[in-house]
């Protein structure tokens, strides 16, 4: 058992929540650097929800990490079939128009009309 998943199973006590489990074995597959960056979060975002300490939206951060580490197949009204972490992806994008490319247009038009695409009140991606 790695010191990463002992020190989460004292936090959360086990067995760990599944998202969390997924978090743990990511992040033990490679860094908690780069599972923070998949999922469009910082190393300590990701330290603070292993440890369950993280005052932001556990909600939130559940759904990104189910999202990108559990990536499944969804059905994009404007792709066709793509993963659920590129859809998250194009989503957070879409959150502000940043570029004029014209893929990066359609895709700030399409996803601003498609049901996945929320903002909470912060401006975070629910």
């Known amino acids: 058992m790695s010191r990463r998943r002992t020190a989460a199973e004292e936090a959360w006590g086990a067995p760990l929540p599944d998202w969390v489990d997924m978090l743990v074995q990511a992040c033990d597959e490679t860094s908690q650097g780069k599972v923070a960056k998949r999922i469009g979060r910082s190393a300590s975002v990701v330290s603070q929800a292993l440890g369950n300490c993280y005052a932001g939206s556990l909600h939130v951060l559940e759904k990104r990490v189910r999202e990108v580490l559990d990536a499944e197949e969804i059905t994009c009204p404007a792709l066709g079939p793509i993963s659920s972490a590129d859809c998250l992806n194009w989503r957070d994008r ?33």
């Open 94 to 126: 879409a959150q502000t128009m940043t570029s004029a490319s014209p893929i990066s247009v359609r895709m700030f038009r399409e996803c601003r009309r498609c049901p996945r695409f929320t903002v909470a009140k912060n401006g975070e991606q629910t």
